[in-house]
């Protein structure tokens, strides 16, 4: 699986847009970027995932540039519950390989 | 959606003792399982990968006489830390989902060690 670069960490203020970027240029054709995020003491939850086509969902965007060496997802007004440590990960199997993750605090 | 149910969700036990701990798919037969380790500020590690009706497949570095895999069933795996010392302490979380499908994770099992 392709290696994926986040920022250790970011602040939002609550109410706007969190905008989390993903670097992962070595991502072959047929790998996926998928979204999780860990809140502190739970499980991850998926948030969203994509191939090359820009996706939505109830919880967020995922952004994918053309030549999809990078990614962004997008929580459109993020809330204090948003605050958790989210993966990027990139696959095309079953076995998901974590990173660091972005640390992402909401603040009111 | 598609739910993962973990228990325990805490475990506090002694030195020597072997615990099990239980992953079910709720909502869809799970031929294929996941465990994985995190420590304390450590993003997650996975441990092994579990197949229905046949043996585990463990990572590199994971003794598998150490952290036994069964896989009875379409929705059931099973994760026993056998003579658990301190140093076994750590979160377990497994996940599963249908291939092509977004993998779901259960709540974690904290273990303690004393």
């Known amino acids: 699986d392709a290696k994926t670069t986040q920022p250790t960490s970011m602040d939002c203020a609550e109410g706007r847009a969190a905008n989390l970027p993903c670097n992962h240029s070595t991502i072959s054709g047929n790998e996926y970027v998928y979204w999780y995020r860990q809140i502190h003491s739970q499980g991850p939850q998926y948030i969203i995932h994509g191939l090359k086509n820009n996706e939505t969902n109830e919880m967020a965007s995922l952004i994918i540039t053309e030549d999809r060496k990078s990614s962004t997802l997008i929580l459109p007004h993020a809330t204090l519950r948003d605050t958790a440590v989210y993966y990027c990960?990139?696959?095309?199997?079953?076995?998901?390989?974590f990173g660091a993750g972005t640390t992402v605090t909401v603040r009111a | 959606g598609a739910v993962v149910s973990q228990h325990p969700s805490r475990v506090i036990c002694k030195s020597g003792t072997s615990v099990k701990i239980e992953c079910r798919s709720l909502d869809f037969q799970a031929t294929t399982m996941f465990w994985y380790r995190q420590f304390p500020k450590k993003s997650l590690m996975l441990m092994a990968t579990?197949?229905?009706?046949?043996?585990?497949?463990?990572e590199q570095g994971v003794e598998k006489d150490k952290f036994l895999i069964n896989h009875a069933s379409l929705t059931l795996s099973t994760l026993t830390v056998t003579s658990a010392h301190p140093e076994d302490s750590s979160f377990y979380i497994c996940?599963?989902?249908?291939?092509?499908?977004?993998?779901?994770f259960g709540d974690g099992t904290r273990l303690s060690i004393l």
């Open positions: 579990s197949n229905e009706g046949s043996k585990a497949t463990y």
């Open positions: 990960i990139v696959h095309n199997d079953y076995k998901l390989s």
């Open positions: 996940s599963a989902g249908r291939r092509d499908q977004p993998q779901h």
